[in-house]
Each structure stands twice: as C-alpha cells, then as structure tokens.
C-alpha cells in the first residue's frame, strides 16, 4: 500500500508531463521551414497544385478543376495531395515531408507550378485549434508558395456542418479541446467567421493578399443549413458542391491570368511620340 501510495505522484508527474508534451505538439506555433526556391521556366501547359484536408483529396476536385479549364480550351496539368483531418499545421510540414513519406506534397515545390490551390481549414474548425493557430500556418503556406513563385489560391475558411461537427466528437475529445482552450489562446474556436476573420486579418497585415488569388467560398455556400444539397455530409461537399467550388476557383484564376496578360501588353506597348523620342536618342 505505502509502495503504491509513493508510486502516484511519480505515476501523476508522468500523466502530466505526457499531457503537456502532446498539448504543445498539437498546438504549438513552429518556425518556417528553411528552403531554397528553384528556378522558374515557362511551362507548356499550366500546372495547377492542390493542398489540403479530405477536401483535397480523391481524384475528383482535381478532375473537375482540369475539365474547367479545358471547357476554355487552357491545355492544364493538376496534381493534388490532401490528407484526411489533417489541419494546417500537418498541410504545412508536407510540403517538406520526405518524397516517400505517406501524403508528402513535396511535389508542390518541386514541379514548376503556376498556382497551387489551398483547400483547408475544416479540421482546423473541428478540432477547435483556433483562428489564430489557423491564419499562422495559413500564412506559412502561402508565403513558402509564393516564395516559389507559386501563385497561391487560396479558399477561405469553407462554410459547412460546424455544429454537427463538433457535437459528434467522442467525450475524451471534447474534454481536450476544453482544457486546451483554457491552457492556450489561440484565438477564436467558437464560430468559423472568427477563422476568417483572423485569416483575412493576417493577409492584410502581412501584405500576402497582394500576391495571393482569395477566394470566398461563401459565394460557393454562404448558410449550410440552407444548401445541404452542395454537401455530402456534414463535413464534405457533394460532387454538385464540388463541381460550384472548381468552377469559381477556375473563375478567379482566369481573371488573374486576364489581369496579367493585360499587363504584359501594356508594357510592351511604346507610346508613338516616346518611339521617335527613342529614336532621336
């Protein structure tokens, strides 16, 4: 008896220390990773990369994406990677993962990408991390894309079951996500406009916007509630909700590439009088 009693809090000091380990590996806001960008070259076709949660994965967001563009006869290569629940902090470290690791995006950096679409943050949602763990690796994702010379696209925080969602999670999960929130602030975990919110703010603040295609998935949905049929569960769009989302990020990339093709020919363009000026000289 007086072994076990001297045993407990040996046994408790280990409990806790596990709990604290595993608290700041889920939670904990790590450094970039380091990189050198490759050289860019021009590509026959576009390529186009997705990123993500389940919402990337399965071969038919990238299919539908593909069939966009080719319905505006754009020749485009799409690759994706997503990992199921997976939140951005895992979406981040893939794109560094080894080749060989299970759901590596190294690819992404390594193909001479055009765009690479960001499809995350429902797990974030889930999982209550917090808007601000959220916009971090958020802005960590699309700063190393753009780094690249990827464009990034990013879709914002996507409208969806939250409540059923977060209601259904085990009683062990629940008792985590509250005592983490208690321990750490991260930011809003309550409502997934305090996600987009945070994540808007942090695209301002850190000037990412400037080189970065957003675009708003609530004029994809805007109430779940109201337009379950776009959803296949609670969590997932349906192949209808799929194919409205493809279809306004192929939108929103055709416009950037109409803005920067104008550009391109304005630059190009000599005023008549600046010509003689230049010939004069």
């Known amino acids: ?89 895992q979406i981040y470290d893939n794109l560094y993962a080894n080749p060989e690791q299970p759901y590596s995006s190294y690819e992404i950096l390594h193909h001479n990408l055009d765009y690479c679409i960001i499809l995350a943050g429902t797990s974030d949602a889930e999982g209550e991390m917090g808007a601000k763990f959220y916009a971090y690796y958020c802005s960590l994702i699309i700063s190393d894309l753009a780094r690249s010379n990827i464009e990034p696209v990013f879709v914002t925080m996507p409208e969806f079951g939250f409540k059923e969602e977060t209601d259904s999670l085990d009683i062990l999960k629940k008792v985590r996500n509250e005592v983490s929130s208690l321990l750490i602030d991260n930011g809003n975990t309550r409502s997934l406009d305090g996600y987009r919110k945070q994540a808007n703010d942090m695209l301002k603040d850190t000037h990412l916007k400037d080189s970065t ?6 004029l994809v949905c805007d109430d779940y509630e109201k337009h379950k049929l776009l959803y296949r569960n609670s969590g997932h769009l349906s192949t209808a909700g799929k194919q409205k989302m493809g279809r306004l990020i192929v939108e929103y990339i055709l416009e950037k590439e109409k803005t920067a093709n104008r550009n391109s020919l304005n630059t190009n363009i000599v005023e008549p009088g600046q010509a003689k000026k230049n010939k004069r000289a």
Do not use: C
């Open 213 to 218: 295609i957003v675009v708003p998935f609530n």
């Open 1 to 89: 008896m007086k072994l076990k009693l001297r045993l407990l809090p040996l046994l408790l000091l280990i409990a806790t220390t596990g709990f604290g380990f595993y608290i700041y590996q889920r939670y904990s806001f790590e450094k970039r990773h380091s990189f050198v960008p490759e050289k860019k070259h021009k590509n026959d076709a576009l390529r186009v990369g997705i990123i993500g949660d389940s919402w990337a994965t399965g071969i038919t967001i990238d299919t539908i994406i593909k069939d966009e563009f080719s319905k505006q006869g754009i020749a485009t290569e799409v690759i994706s990677f997503g990992q199921p629940e997976a939140k951005t902090k």
